[in-house]
């Protein structure tokens, strides 16, 4: 399946640098091609996410559409604490 980034998504790269929490392309890309977790209540709007640190995980939210995976966005997020 190939992968679309969005001119917003391609954006976001340099927003989240600006703020101090670099994420690449690579990362998004591992997070869809490996996620922790897939949140699809919002169908067809779909949300993957994978851990980055024991603090953090990246949310991509994406659509796929004739075997391409659009991405529209992601970000950062705190990790819910199990214990």
Do not use: C, W
Not at 6 to 14: N, P, R, S, V, Y
Not at 17 to 37: C, M, N, W, Y
């Amino acid at each position: 399946m190939s992968l679309f980034f969005t001119k917003h998504a391609l954006d976001k790269l340099e927003v989240l640098e600006r703020h101090q929490f670099p994420i690449t392309k690579s990362q998004v890309e591992e997070t869809l091609g490996a996620p922790d977790t897939v949140d699809d209540s919002r169908a067809p709007l779909l949300f993957a996410e994978k851990a980055l640190t024991a603090t953090h995980a990246l949310r991509v939210a994406y659509r796929v559409e004739n075997g391409v995976q659009s991405i529209l966005t992601f970000y950062p997020v705190k990790r819910k604490n199990d214990d």
